[in-house]
């Protein structure tokens, strides 16, 4: 999951689980150690995030993965609503024409 150089560094500083309030510290400690990122008025956390989109991306997609399988999902589907039948639109060929071959263009 990780590569040599992350799993040494995380070995290293005994990071063995990201969950709660451990995890955020460990997270912090990443952000301002490997990353650089110093506390300030905003948090760590926030500088990182805000330099950083691909990661917020990340999150997100990580959130919404686990919503389809976990707890969030009803949270998310009463955000969404209830999910809708893709509209298919007129297939009909445009008037006068008698043929869908007359109307494809190519």
């Known amino acids: ?39 300030d008025y905003s948090g760590i956390m926030a500088k990182f995030f805000e330099d950083n989109p691909g990661a917020i991306e990340a999150v997100v997609n990580w959130v919404g993965t686990q919503a389809l399988k976990g707890d969030w999902k009803d949270n998310l589907e009463s955000l969404v609503g209830p999910e809708e039948e893709p509209e298919v639109g007129d297939l009909a060929p445009p008037e006068g024409h008698t043929s869908s071959v007359d109307w494809i263009e190519p």
Not at 3 to 23: C, H, I, T
């Open 1 to 39: 999951m990780y590569n040599k150089l992350m799993q040494d560094y995380l070995a290293n500083n005994k990071m063995y689980s990201f969950e709660g309030p451990r995890g955020l510290r460990h997270m912090e400690q990443i952000a301002t150690e490997v990353c650089g990122y110093t506390p």
